[in-house]
């Protein structure tokens, strides 16, 4: 077995004890991402800038580990406002086509820093 930890200046560094994103022979685990910032360690403003801003720091995750988001198996979303759920699909198409990964949408109660989403992903590089 390979295991290789990612890490990217190009998404926001891990807030807690966990890395961005572990490769484990050809699966890389994406560790869930809020819409922070890079450069500044803010959150974006709104629920559409920060769904953005999810997908761009996964995008920016995969391509650390040598991959792109169409290499994505699972993606799972976590949502503060299931009404969101058509707008993030809006959004979701503009990283993703077919055939579209498997994707779970949660909806919880709050998330860290207030964030309005978070998703995790999966890629399969082999």
């Given amino acids: ?13 891990a807030i807690g004890v966990y890395s961005q994103a ?6 890389v685990y994406c560790s869930g991402q809020i819409g922070l910032v890079p450069e500044s360690g803010l959150l974006a403003e709104g629920f559409e800038a920060q769904a953005v801003r999810v997908f761009e720091n996964l995008k920016a995750v995969a391509e650390a ?3 792109t988001l ?23 198409a503009r990283y993703f086509t ?15 820093r207030g964030a309005l989403i978070e998703a995790d992903a999966i890629l399969f590089l082999g």
């Fill in 1 to 13: 077995m390979s295991r290789k930890i990612i890490s990217t200046i190009n998404a926001p560094a």
């Fill in 22 to 27: 572990v490769r484990v022979n050809d699966t």
């Fill in 65 to 67: 580990a040598n991959g």
């Fill in 70 to 92: 169409a290499q994505v198996v699972r993606v799972t979303l976590y949502l503060t406002d299931l009404s969101q759920f058509d707008k993030i699909n809006e959004i979701m």
């Fill in 98 to 112: 077919e055939p579209y990964p498997a994707r779970a949408a949660v909806g919880v109660k709050e998330l860290p």
